[in-house]
């Protein structure tokens, strides 16, 4: 179900654990309101009965009976204002109301745990808690279905390891056993006394990756494995399952050998058209990608077996990428539609594969226009990311920020002579590169410089990742700035 309408509702997973041995009591993290902040007086008062005997508080957790469980002025009471509200009421309204309350849902890798509740929004600290209780170490997928009309979307806590899906479903990393808490609130129509209806549904993740799905459901979104959108109109056969790597079409392409796949693909609804190509070590593959309509744009994506990417062409038609000295494996080609219309374009695909190897790390920085440098040639004679058992010292030969123990990696993408990158020093001028050795420059104008070899051209300065400027005459990137005068790169 893909609920929708004017209702909004907002579940979280608050990472608060309780292990063996721990208290249950105050010592437990301040629960997270509806708009994220803790429960300590960043929301309007809430008013006390009359009929409840005050306790002094200064937050939630300081309020252990479940009748009283929310702190307002220094007082305990509670949120219970809604019309056919659940029977979890009151004790719910809070995050250590809920690790005390009976409702737990205790799912297992094969049965997932539910719960049927309903919930208002007024006053707006009207929450729902809801304890999972963990028996063993597991991910999870949490989603809140409501009546149709009704729309949910998740929130999270910073740091939480939880990771929004749509408008109704959320997931967590891994977590250790224990008890963790759910919160659900109704944040859209605000001020509304009338409960609404909703089940919450917590389940073991059934997927990390596409990779771990099927053909007929070939995405992971959320902890589960779901079909792919189908939202083109005039698409190809091979919809939806190529939606997702799952349901990638193979592509058998011999050494000395090309082949060419037509297709549809649309710009709406996350649409793109999986591929997968096997390579040996030290392989070429040159891929093109041709369409006739100028009006549409289309990308051409290339990733590797653990979903990096690998080279892509973004701005040109046709498209085209050439991979060199790849390492032995499975490669994933994606073809996307920028524009955004529910209309089909017809495209061609040709993948031509060769057979190499390279001699040193110049041959991995001589495809540099479309392929992510990857600077280190491995005696199978493929070319292969840098990796280094612990962090790499100043002037150490790198090809990303997370090779060096400064975090800084001279290298940018799809630039040009990749193979002078090195772990680097951040500057602001010249001077500050003198440790570098000579003929390092100072980058400027990034919001981070760095000390750079010095650039002979605008090639040599390499390009953001996702740069979306309008590419350089003849080139396939807006590349940064060389300043032939200083040899300084620039944005």
Same mark, same amino acid.
């Given at each position: ?15 608060? $654990? ?7 009591? =105050?010592?437990?993290? #301040? ?13 309007? #008062? ?14 939630? *957790?300081?309020?252990?009976? =479940? ?45 997932? *745990? ?6 208002? @929004? ?41 990771? #929004? ?8 990393? #891994? ?7 759910? $919160? ?10 009338? @409960? ?8 073991? *993740? ?7 799905? @099927?053909? /007929? ?25 190529? &939606? ?67 080279? $892509? ?44 190897? +390279? ?36 002037? /150490? ?31 602001? &001028? ?5 440790? $570098? ?44 700035? +060389? ?5 300084? +790169?620039?944005?």
């Amino acid at each position: 179900m893909k609920p929708h309408g004017p209702v909004l509702l907002r579940a979280m997973l608050l990472a608060l $654990m309780v292990g063996p041995g721990c208290d249950r009591g =105050p010592a437990v993290v #301040p629960p997270v309101d509806a708009r994220g902040g803790d429960d300590a007086g960043d929301d309007a #008062p809430v008013p006390v009965d009359a009929a409840i005997v005050p306790t002094a508080c200064v937050r939630d *957790a300081d309020c252990l009976d =479940p009748t009283t469980p929310v702190c307002s002025d220094g007082a305990c009471t509670h949120l219970d204002q809604c019309i056919d509200d659940d029977a979890f009421e009151p004790g719910n309204d809070t995050a250590a109301g809920a690790l005390a309350a009976p409702l737990a849902l205790a799912p297992t890798a094969t049965t997932p *745990a539910t719960a049927a509740l309903s919930i208002c @929004s007024a006053p707006s600290r009207e929450n729902d808690y809801v304890r999972v209780t963990l028996a063993e170490p597991a991910s999870l997928t949490v989603r809140v279905d409501a009546a149709a009309g009704f729309r949910v979307r998740p929130a999270f806590s910073p740091g939480g390891g939880v990771i #929004p899906y749509g408008d109704n479903r959320l997931a967590t990393g #891994p977590l250790a056993a224990g008890d963790y808490v759910v $919160m659900v609130a109704l944040v859209a129509p605000a001020g509304q006394a009338a @409960s609404v209806p909703y089940t919450v549904r917590v389940a073991y *993740a059934e997927c990390a990756t596409d990779l771990d799905c @099927s053909p /007929a459901e070939p995405i992971c979104g959320g902890g589960e494995c779901v079909a792919g959108p189908a939202q083109c109109t005039g698409d190809d056969a091979a919809e939806p399952s190529d &939606d997702g790597r799952a349901g990638a079409t193979a592509l058998a392409v011999a050494v000395g050998q090309q082949v060419a796949r037509s297709g549809q693909v649309c710009g709406v609804g996350g649409e793109y058209d999986w591929f997968r190509i096997d390579v040996a070590d030290g392989d070429a593959l040159d891929l093109g990608l041709a369409w006739t309509d100028a009006s549409h744009r289309l990308q051409l994506l290339v990733y590797d077996a653990s979903l990096a990417l690998v080279g $892509m062409d973004s701005f040109r038609r046709p498209a085209a990428t050439r991979l060199s000295y790849l390492p032995a494996g499975r490669y994933y080609v994606a073809v996307r539609e920028w524009s955004p219309s529910t209309a089909a374009t017809a495209y061609t695909l040709s993948v031509g594969r060769t057979a190499g190897a +390279c001699a040193s790390a110049l041959d991995c920085a001589a495809d540099f226009g479309n392929q992510l440098h990857r600077g280190a040639c491995a005696a199978s004679g493929a070319c292969r990311a840098i990796v280094g058992e612990a962090p790499l010292p100043r002037g /150490a030969a790198c090809d990303g920020n997370d090779d060096c123990a400064s975090s800084l990696c001279s290298n940018e993408a799809f630039g040009a002579h990749a193979e002078r990158d090195v772990c680097t020093v951040p500057c602001s &001028d010249d001077a500050a590169c003198a440790v $570098m050795g000579p003929g390092f420059r100072c980058t400027t104008q990034f919001s981070q410089n760095y000390c750079k070899a010095a650039c002979g051209s605008d090639l040599d300065c390499g390009t953001g990742l996702w740069n979306q400027g309008t590419p350089d005459p003849g080139q396939p990137w807006n590349y940064y700035t +060389c300043d032939l005068a200083t040899g300084a +790169c620039g944005d």
